[in-house]
């Protein structure tokens, strides 16, 4: 049983279709990367499969159980822990207070505030600091850091490179490996595509809402990555 | 003396514009909803106070151990079954629901114990004072009024800033969205803040009923105190609301000094003062 699934799952903002029909597995323990262009909906899936957009409950399977069409509160409960885009920290807590958040959801694991300053040593001497002083690759580790308080077994990580100089943005795949040592899944949405075909198990692509490859790094050329992701 | 008298018992009332003011305050604080009906809910405690003294005999004080938490099951309920959905992208509708059940509750009011005006007895303690000088003394009751605020305050503020909740509080103030992916039922939350908002506003509301005759109709004018308690003190702030009921306070009291019937409008007239030189309010926290 992978542990997570989905099947047929389409996604709608309003009358805009923004998912058609999109199937995936994830299994225990595998990084898998989205790429794609754009628009192509990679934001889209992660939203739905966290349960910010509703769909009909049998479209995702985690861990078997139908949760497609549960609350985000109930679904990270189960062990899906979303890395929004763009961050979103709460502006007016502390670092510290952000990633005690994360933890609020009750769920026991290997991830305490004193492992999360271990992996992100630089976040340990601001944990007092309003999360909004931060540089924004400190941020990122701070939104990665809360929803690793969570103890997901699936971690969903939203662009996490995204507006970061490229040194500050190795630092933080430099955690990925730590974080996957726990036996947590890593599912990550990245533009940057040799970023994801150097960290992942197996890649999606998608275009205009469908997955249009899939695949293991290694098996897929540069060209058939060009078609997928652009579809020219 | 004389004036220091009257400014030091504008201050102790300026206590209970800060206890109407804390609920509206944490209800508009973490979910931008602003109860209209707040005022008429201090008037319903005080009567669930008076239905409690007079079937049982209590004193008022003691009167709050059954109205507290019924005050709080009620907010709870209130948000849960009623203004959650009123949430949304729109402000209208929470005002538009607030404002009708604020008309039910005075009429209903009305209703079941007539527009007589009423009071709970106190005893002694209404007229007790404690002697400072040779001119001037405080009512016990003002001073206890005054306290409750204070106590009330840092017990909020240690429960916005010290535990789990009130991260939850302030996570969802700052963005409900994301506060759910980690876990917050934003619903409970919201009616959590509800609950206590009520249960604020019942201790307000006997204090009130101890300290002043009260009948259906004087809700919304208790609304009115604790908006400009809110607004002078400045958006988000407790402690700045404390400050916001005492300016408030001192301000009708000064008026009702220079003329009796100059008391409501000088406090008014100190709220637009505010307004003019610090439109965000003297201690403002929240920046929207």
Known sequence: ?232 | MAWTNIILQGALLGGLYALFAAGLSLMFGVMRLVNIAHGDLIVLAAYCALMVVQATGVHPLLSLVAVVPLMFALGYALQRGLLNFTLGHEILPPLLVTFGLSVIIQNALLEGFSADSRRLQAGALETASLRLGDQLAIGWLPAIVFLAAAVIIALLEVLLYRTPLGRAFRATSDDADTAQLYGVGIRHVFALATALALAVASVAGVLLAIRTNFDPSIGPARLLYAFEAVIIGGLGSLWGTLAGGVILGVAQSVGGALDPGWDILAGHLAFLLVLVIRPRGLFPKLVD
């Open chain 1, 1 to 232: 049983m992978s542990l997570l699934e989905t099947s047929g799952l389409a996604a709608f903002y309003g009358d805009f279709q923004a998912l058609y029909g999109v199937d995936l597995h994830i299994e225990e323990g595998e990084a898998v990367a989205i790429i794609g262009a754009n628009g192509a909906g990679k934001s889209t899936l992660l939203r739905a499969i966290a349960g910010q957009l509703r769909a009909p409950a049998e479209h995702v399977r985690f861990a078997g159980m139908p949760i497609g069409s549960l609350a985000p509160s109930r679904i990270v409960r189960l062990g899906v822990a979303l890395v929004p885009e763009g961050r979103r920290l709460f502006s007016s807590l502390t670092v510290e207070e952000n990633l005690q958040l994360g933890g609020q959801c009750g769920r026991r694991g290997p991830w305490t505030l004193d492992r999360i300053y271990r992996l992100f040593p630089m976040l340990a001497g601001r944990r007092r600091r309003p999360s909004t002083a931060l540089s924004g690759g400190e941020q990122q580790m701070v939104a990665i850091g809360r929803a690793l308080m969570a103890n997901p077994r699936l971690l969903l990580c939203d662009e996490i490179s995204l507006g970061l100089a490229p040194i500050v943005i190795r630092d933080i795949y430099a955690a990925l490996p730590g974080i996957r040592a726990e036996g947590t899944t890593v599912l990550i949405v990245e533009q940057d595509t040799s970023r994801a075909l150097g960290m992942a198990d197996r890649v999606y692509c998608l275009q205009e809402g469908r997955v249009t490859l899939e695949g293991a790094p290694a098996e897929l050329s540069r060209e058939r990555i060009r078609l997928a992701y652009f579809g020219v």
